[in-house]
């Protein structure tokens, strides 16, 4: 897939630790058929499989799937990120990075953001949830330098169990 003729907005959205009660609220909060696709980036072990797939389909009737190299994304469609790899999307299409065995990528959510401001341009939107460490920060800077909107998870009385990467994030002057 090389061009789309119909353009609709790319959800990215980024979370780890508390990140599923996050997640909950939010798709719980999206019905119907929205019109936009969501990519899940979390901080996965890369010794544990991952559920998040499963436990995600709860809470949204949308199709939710574990993205596999060369993946078209659909709108109305939530996919979710692999462990031990990272994400770029090129003209629509996820692509899966696998780490070169000599480090672990830390910044997972950074790297798919970036990517993702820089194929989507304003159609591109980052979500930063719950989660340790910056992670989300120099990606949506990618995104809003593109057009895109962001959105972090509020520090309120609802807000994340771990703030750092929203507060990252609001502290950056990047969030809409």
Do not use: C, W
């Amino acid at each position: 897939m090389t061009a789309r003729s119909t353009r609709f907005p790319i959800v990215g959205i980024g979370a780890s630790a508390g990140g599923i009660p996050a997640m909950e609220g939010l798709f719980k909060g999206v019905t119907g058929q929205p019109g936009m696709a969501f990519v899940i980036i979390t901080h996965l072990s890369p010794n544990r499989e991952s559920l998040l797939h499963e436990v995600v389909s709860r809470y949204t009737e949308m199709p939710v799937s574990v993205v596999e190299d060369g993946t078209v994304v659909q709108p109305d469609h939530v996919y979710v990120m692999p462990q031990n790899v990272t994400l770029a999307i090129e003209s629509g299409v996820l692509h899966l990075r696998r780490p070169n065995g000599l480090t672990q990528e830390r910044k997972p959510i950074d790297i798919f953001f970036s990517a993702l401001g820089e194929d989507q341009g304003e159609y591109a939107v980052g979500v930063i949830l719950s989660g340790g460490d910056s992670d989300g920060t120099l990606g949506a800077k990618a995104i809003k330098e593109r057009g895109g909107f962001i959105v972090a998870q509020a520090p309120d009385g609802y807000g994340p169990r771990n703030p750092d990467m929203p507060q990252s994030a609001i502290a950056s002057g990047l969030v809409d």
